[in-house]
Every structure is written in C-alpha cells, then in structure tokens.
C-alpha cells in the first residue's frame, strides 16, 4: 500500500511559478509511473503531466506545454510539479497518482493510488 500527500498548493498571481511536491509513504518503489492530475470546479479531473518509473518518459497537458514541468526524486519518494507563467485557468485543485508499471497512463483509471489533493488558485 502507498500512500501520497501533496503539498506547496496556494494563491498566486498569473505569471507567477509555483512547485508542488508529492511524497509517496509506505511501500514505495522505483518502478512506479507517477502523474498529476487536477479539478476544477465543476469540471472532471484532467491529466496534466506524467513521468514513468525510470524518468525517461514523460508526458503533458497540450495546454500546459512548456509551462509545467514534471520531474521525481526516488532517493525521497518525491515527485514534482513546477509551474511557470501560471493562468487564471490553472485554478484548480491538484492531485498527485501513481500506478506500478512502465507505461505512463493519461486516465484516471489507470492509477491506483492517489493523494487528497492541494488547491492552486492563480488571481488575473
């Protein structure tokens, strides 16, 4: 069983960075794939970025391209989100999954472990 726990979530204003970090507790392993998703109000949850078990793979939101960054550190069970030049649109609240494997899944049905999420709000 693994558990996650996000954090590093707040109010920002557009144009602004923000990382977020998620540590993983537990039975954590290296060959997880780890991803971030989020929520806006009203709205499903979306995929925005991916990273496979090893790094070598990773995989993002059309709309977020070159502005978010995944990336993961095995030696603290962590992985990170850093977000550049942050929209209004990025509102929402952000949750960190993770899911045994080598592929990277964009659905949420292909992770089985999630976090309880962090709320990232960017003010115009």
């Known amino acids: 069983q693994v558990q996650l726990a996000e954090s590093g979530g707040g109010l920002v204003q557009a144009g602004e960075a923000l990382t977020l970090s998620c540590v993983a507790f537990?039975?954590?392993?290296?060959?997880?794939?780890k991803a971030w998703f989020r929520q806006a109000p009203g709205k499903e949850r979306e995929f925005v970025a991916a990273?496979?078990?090893?790094?070598?793979?990773?995989q993002n939101l059309d709309l977020v391209k070159g502005r978010f960054t995944i990336t993961r550190d095995d030696d603290k069970s962590t992985e990170q989100l850093q977000m550049n030049n942050r929209k209004p649109e990025d509102t929402a609240v952000y949750y960190c999954?993770?899911?045994?494997?080598?592929?990277?899944?964009?659905?949420?049905?292909?992770?089985?472990?999630w976090g309880q999420g962090t709320q990232v709000t960017v003010s115009s």
């Open positions: 990273i496979s078990w090893n790094g070598a793979s990773k």
């Open positions: 537990g039975r954590t392993s290296k060959t997880y794939a």
């Open positions: 999954a993770a899911v045994i494997g080598s592929k990277t899944p964009t659905a949420t049905y292909g992770y089985d472990y």
